[in-house]
């Protein structure tokens, strides 16, 4: 069963910012750090300060931002609501020149257990990742960012209540990203809203789309304190929950891009002896055309499975020639998976080509912009690129329900749900 509850929500003071746009940033695991520096200039007061805070050698980072939480706070820089609420979240944007709007909400998500959960994860975390929230959490005691979470919504809960208790109030939170994202939050706090919601959400999967390394935190952190706590755990404590943003898996409004990879080699890679290895499972084609490339790999991802590679100035296409190929080299991951590009990048090209040990990866660099990537390897002879198409919202759920997990990195969700909008502050042993 999914339970989810409203909350007393803590944002930025209107009578103090006057500017939003200089106080919210994207989530901390998407800024580069040319980024990071360019919000810690924009303003003291952007919530990066808090939510990646720069290393120092003079104090601890994690320390130093739950020392600014806790004055923004006194200093009511932030203050709390104060009723609870549930927040319903509109996104409005374009991309690849579609205007698109995505609506959902922000609440309180139960965190699940081993004992048939409803909340399923996609994709495999870094350890390294989860420490460094996992320090941060413990400092701050407050979810900074909420998950994003989609659940199909064949009620049609979130259009019911838009049209019901939002259409035509104005937005308490209105602010313009710097990737022009338009983002609209108005608070609901109304008994009758907030029963609905709760009731209406306790029969749905809920699958995590962005945030699984601080969903597994927030378990961790759940872990915890229900030890340091022992016979006064009641289960309904204020840490039993994690700060999620609730949308629906309706095509109109849900954009999936893919993230692709480049490789840094410890030697240059030999292009037309990896073409060669390649097409014992590919049928190769070379493209002349960086934007016909992109077109062809975007047209074919549709029907077939497709791989493209970046080296030496130099597009090729990679076509499967037999899904079954897969049978045998992934024989103890299921049909879904195996469905998979990105599982088909890493056993066939990464292990079987290239000889890479999966859990021991070359240095590797994810982003959903292949402009970026093609500059690097231009300025690197040791660096190759590889471009994967988006995966397709069935397949995570599948991937999902059969409790199995995607290589890291295999989604990005646009747009992204602003950090700074929103903060569940946790009161430590109150239920």
């Known amino acids: 069963m ?37 919000y ?58 579609e205007k698109k709007t995505r609506l959902g909400f922000i609440s309180l998500l139960k965190l699940g257990d081993d004992k048939g959960s409803d909340v399923f994860g996609h994709e495999n975390t870094h350890t390294e990742a989860k420490q460094d929230r996992f320090r941060l959490l413990k400092q701050v005691k407050a979810n900074l960012s909420p998950i994003f979470v989609i659940f199909l919504d064949k009620k049609r809960i979130i259009q019911r209540i838009f049209q019901k208790y939002i259409f035509g109030k104005e937005a308490f939170i209105e602010v313009i990203d710097d990737e022009k ?60 929950y994690c700060l999620s943003y609730f949308t629906n898996t309706d095509y109109r409004g849900l954009s999936i891009s893919p993230i692709h990879r480049l490789f840094k080699l410890d030697a240059e890679l030999d292009l037309m002896d990896f073409i060669f290895r390649a097409k014992e499972y590919f049928d190769v084609d070379q493209v002349k055309e960086k934007v016909r490339f992109f077109f062809l790999m975007e047209k074919a991802g549709c029907t077939e499975h497709l791989l493209g590679v970046y080296k030496d100035k130099k597009y090729f296409l990679l076509r499967l020639k037999n899904i079954k190929i897969l049978d045998k080299l992934t024989v103890n991951k299921p049909k879904e998976y195996r469905m998979l590009d990105v599982a088909i990048l890493n056993y066939l090209v990464l292990k079987n080509i290239l000889s890479f040990d999966l859990d021991n990866l070359p240095k590797v660099r994810y982003d959903p912009d292949p402009e970026e990537l093609i500059k690097e390897v231009d300025a690197d002879p040791l660096k190759v690129a590889f471009f994967l198409n988006p995966v397709k919202i069935g397949q995570i759920i599948e991937v999902a329900l059969g409790g199995n997990k995607m290589p890291p990195k295999s989604t990005y969700f646009y747009p992204k749900v602003l950090s700074g909008l929103v903060i569940n502050k946790l009161e430590e042993g109150k239920s």
């Open 181 to 240: 994202t338009l983002h609209k939050l108005w608070r609901l706090d109304t008994p009758e809203a907030l029963e609905v919601i709760e009731a209406s959400m306790s029969n749905e999967n809920i699958f995590i789309a962005d945030g699984h390394h601080r969903y597994e935190v927030s378990c961790a952190y759940r872990d915890l304190m229900r030890e340091k706590l022992g016979a006064q755990f009641s289960g309904e404590e204020d840490f039993n």
């Open 2 to 38: 999914t339970k989810i509850k409203a909350f007393k929500a803590v944002f930025y003071n209107p009578e103090k910012i006057k500017d939003f746009n200089q106080v919210v940033c994207p989530p901390y695991d998407v800024i580069s750090p040319l980024a990071q520096d360019t």
């Open 40 to 97: 810690h200039e924009r303003s003291v007061y952007n919530f990066i300060h808090i939510l990646l805070a720069k290393d120092s050698a003079t104090d601890d980072k994690y320390r130093r931002a739950g020392s600014i939480f806790r004055d923004w706070l006194k200093d009511t820089v932030l203050v709390q609501d104060k009723r609870p609420a549930i927040y319903f979240y509109s996104q409005q944007y374009v991309i690849r020149g």
